[in-house]
Structures are given as structure tokens and as C-alpha cells.
């Protein structure tokens, strides 16, 4: 019997085996690699993106998981407030400028005055509400932020505004996988924060050395021996004092059994393989809402300097993509000269996504060149290399009503713990933090249990 079963070699997952590496372990991974929404391939000096990038500060279950790991990270140079609208590139100055200084209408910037207010000051009010309090656990902190503005959606908070006005928001709220309708207010302005708070070395202000999957390769590389790709989990069922997993992996069937399992899947393939968790729980599953989205990586090979090179990412509204990541400003940042080539990842989540899921790879290449040259002209030409990723259970985002579910995924179902994305509003570091927290408890029953046999 193994000590420990983590089902999903995501980050989460793989956050879950690396603090369980020292006992009996077993990672069963469905796809071919590791990571899930997590992504990135080395080119050189430079890394191609398609995922989750951003990370957590020092003071985190992200920064204490690259310590132990012995993944180097750094905080994100350049800006993450870049503009590209209506033919102009901002990439400096006030936020609050920024519709005095794109080609609008002056009705238009009207209409940007009281809702860019109200955004202003919830940002601030989120800012101090966000942040964790003294001996606080992680589980009372995201019920917190979960509540925050909950009982209304961001389009309710700011209301209907002229299509220019409107697209300023959309960028920034939508990076969630949900439109301004669908997720909440709260979520829209902890979004903003995210974006706003940069420069003060909170929330998720570092990347990854080498890129994000960086992480994911170096556990997966030393855990060897107990991880497996291919190994589509069917179901997983509690027994007195054990669970059984059982799964099927190069047309063979497997039946394993543990003492513990760490359910690290997306909310609705949890729900469907957990036979037998609690009836609280798997309704809250159940009511978790993923929005798609749809990357493409480009690495380019120019050889002098761009009006990119200071940038991290720049919101593009009323484009096919709504930001644009400029996933080569890590190298630019310490460089002494100028070296050749870039590496961009192009962003379409939620109604961005499902307005090219039809379209075939090479198609959405070609919408995102055409909109890529008329925000950079000639960028098409200097592209090498381009790939497209898919994801239909893209991101989670938190609609209207979703803090009540947060009590019935917040503990164990007998021997079973989730952990995932879906559990809090941090993005990679809930990951990491839910992946870690499941891995402790184990750890400390197994440890009970140690003592008791002993």
C-alpha cells in the first residue's frame, strides 16, 4: 500500500510530491508531460510561454517551494501597465492619464471618469483587505477575498459604458477565463490590483529563471520513480482505512491503493472520479465555472532594439487577444547589449477565446499576426517560430454567489484532498499553497501514524 496517491501532475500536483517525496509516493499524470496549464520551452538565451507565468513573492508558498526546489526567481521587470489602443502604444505614466492620451472621444472619456473612479478606490479598499492577517490561516484568508464584493458581477459594479469606454476594462477583467458578466466585482478589482500593486513586490510580482516549467521539470526529473505520465485516473473510492485509485495507462489497467490521495484535477474531473466524497463537496465541484482560452507563443529574430523591449505586458483592447507578454523582458532587463530576437505570448481568454475555438491553428496565427502588425508594423516578418495552445477548462473564475461554495472545499473528504486553482483567487500560488497544505496534513497523519506502529 503506498502512503500517498497525487492524482494531476500539475503545479499543484507536483507542489503535493515534492513535500510528500520522502514517503511511499505516486504521481498518475493523464497527459503526456507534466505542468497542465503551466507551460514554457527553452529557445536559447529566451523561453516560449503559454501559461500560467507569474509567481509569488519570497514570503509565500510559492517562494518557500522554489527555495527548497532550487528554482531561481526574479522579480518582473518592466511595466505590466502597457497600452495599445486605437494606434497608439503607451507603455509609461499615470494609469488614470491613459484616456487623455489614446486617440477617443471626449464623451467617451466622460464616461471612463466615474466608473475608473470606483475601480480606483476598491482597488485600495481590496489592496488592505487582501492582505493575510496575523496567525491567520490560509482557508480564513481566501473566505475573506471571496466574500469581498461577492453578490454582484464586475459589469453591475462599473454599468454600461460606450464601446471604447469599455474595452479599457474588459483587458484586465477578462484575464480571469470570465467576462465582466460573468465574474464578480470583487474579482474584476483583484484583477486590477494584481496589475497596480507591481511595484510594490506583493501578489504575483516574480518569474521563473529559464521559464516557468522550469519548476515543473525539476521535480518531475527528481521524482522520477514515482511519477507517470499517460495514466488516465477512472476512479478513485474509499475503503475503511485506505482508498483505492484506479486507472488505465497504455491500454492496461491499473488498481493502486493508499492511505491518502491528493485529488490536484480541475474541479469537474475531480467530481466525476471522486465516487464517494462528501455530497457537500462534490455539489460545490460541481458549481466550479472554468473559462477557455487560447496562447500562442512567437519568438522573433530582430536585431536592434524595440519600443517593447521596457514592457511585460500590454492590454490590447478590441484586439483578437486582450494582452500581449513580452516573455523576453526578463533576459532584456540584464543584458549589457542588446541581443538578437524576442519571445512573445499573445492571451485569449473568455469571449476572446470562443470567438476563435473554431478556427484552426493556423488561422489564429494568422488573426493574431494581423492584429500584432498593426499594434507593432512589420512584427510578422521578423517571426521564426509560432505554436498555438488550447485550453477548454482554461482558468477558474469566481462568479457571483461563489463564496458560499468555499466551506464545502475547504476540508478533506475522508482520506481525499483537493488541491487546485479553483480553491482561492492567487492563481499560481493557490496552486502551490493548496498543493502544499494537502501535503502537510497528510504528512502529519502518516506521521500519527508512524508513532503508533513504532
Request: net charge neutral.
Amino acid at each position: 500500500m503506498k502512503d500517498v496517491i497525487v492524482v494531476g501532475g500539475g503545479i499543484a500536483g507536483m507542489a503535493a510530491a515534492w513535500h510528500l517525496r520522502h514517503r511511499d509516493l505516486l504521481v498518475l499524470e493523464s497527459e503526456p508531460r507534466f505542468g497542465g496549464r503551466v507551460r514554457s520551452e527553452r529557445r536559447g538565451a529566451y523561453w516560449l510561454n503559454w501559461g500560467g507565468h507569474v509567481y509569488a513573492g519570497k514570503n509565500s508558498a510559492t517562494g518557500s517551494l522554489l527555495q527548497s526546489v532550487g528554482i531561481e526567481a526574479a522579480p518582473v521587470p518592466g511595466t505590466l501597465k502597457g497600452l495599445a489602443f486605437n494606434g497608439k502604444v503607451l507603455l509609461d505614466g499615470l494609469v488614470e492619464a491613459y484616456p487623455f492620451r489614446v486617440p477617443m472621444s471626449w464623451s467617451t472619456r466622460m464616461a471612463l471618469v466615474k466608473p475608473g473612479l470606483k475601480v480606483r478606490k476598491a482597488v485600495s479598499h481590496y489592496g488592505k483587505m487582501v492582505a493575510r492577517r496575523p496567525n491567520e490561516d490560509y482557508w480564513t484568508q481566501q473566505q475573506r477575498v471571496y466574500d469581498f464584493m461577492n453578490d454582484k458581477s464586475f459589469r453591475d459594479f462599473i454599468g454600461d459604458l460606450p464601446e471604447d469606454a469599455d474595452a479599457f476594462f474588459k483587458p484586465t477583467v477578462s484575464r480571469s477565463s470570465g467576462d465582466p458578466e460573468q465574474i464578480t466585482a470583487g474579482a474584476g478589482v483583484g484583477y486590477f490590483n494584481l496589475v497596480w500593486s507591481k511595484d510594490d513586490g506583493e501578489g504575483l510580482t516574480r518569474y521563473i529563471v529559464g521559464g516557468a516549467s522550469t519548476l515543473i521539470d525539476t521535480i518531475a526529473a527528481s521524482l522520477k520513480d514515482y511519477c507517470h505520465t499517460g495514466a488516465v485516473v477512472q476512479e478513485v473510492i474509499h475503503k475503511d482505512n485506505s482508498v483505492v485509485v484506479r486507472y488505465r495507462k497504455d491500454e492496461v489497467d491499473y488498481e493502486e491503493e493508499a492511505r491518502y490521495v491528493v485529488m490536484a484535477t480541475q474541479a469537474p474531473i475531480t467530481q466525476k472520479i471522486c465516487k464517494d466524497i462528501d455530497k457537500d463537496m462534490s455539489a460545490a465541484l460541481s458549481q466550479i465555472k472554468y473559462g477557455p482560452y487560447i496562447s500562442a507563443a512567437f519568438l522573433t529574430n530582430e536585431n536592434g532594439p524595440q519600443i517593447w523591449d521596457k514592457a511585460y505586458a500590454i492590454a490590447t483592447p478590441k484586439r483578437s487577444f486582450n494582452v500581449a507578454f513580452n516573455m523576453s523582458n526578463m533576459v532584456r532587463a540584464g543584458e549589457p547589449i542588446r541581443q538578437q530576437g524576442s519571445s512573445f505570448m499573445t492571451f485569449s481568454p473568455a469571449t476572446f477565446a470562443r470567438d476563435l475555438w473554431e478556427k484552426t491553428d493556423q488561422e489564429v496565427i494568422d488573426t493574431y499576426l494581423d492584429d500584432l502588425n498593426d499594434i507593432f508594423p512589420g512584427f510578422s516578418k521578423l517571426v521564426a517560430e509560432s505554436h498555438v495552445q488550447r485550453w477548454e477548462l482554461g482558468l477558474p473564475y469566481c462568479f457571483p454567489g461563489r463564496a458560499k461554495l468555499q466551506p464545502s472545499l475547504s476540508r478533506p473528504s475522508g482520506r481525499v484532498y483537493l488541491a487546485g486553482d479553483y480553491l482561492g483567487t492567487f492563481y499560481t500560488e493557490t496552486s502551490i499553497q493548496t498543493g502544499a497544505t494537502a501535503a502537510q496534513h497528510i504528512l502529519s497523519h502518516l506521521g500519527t501514524l508512524d508513532q503508533h506502529m513504532s
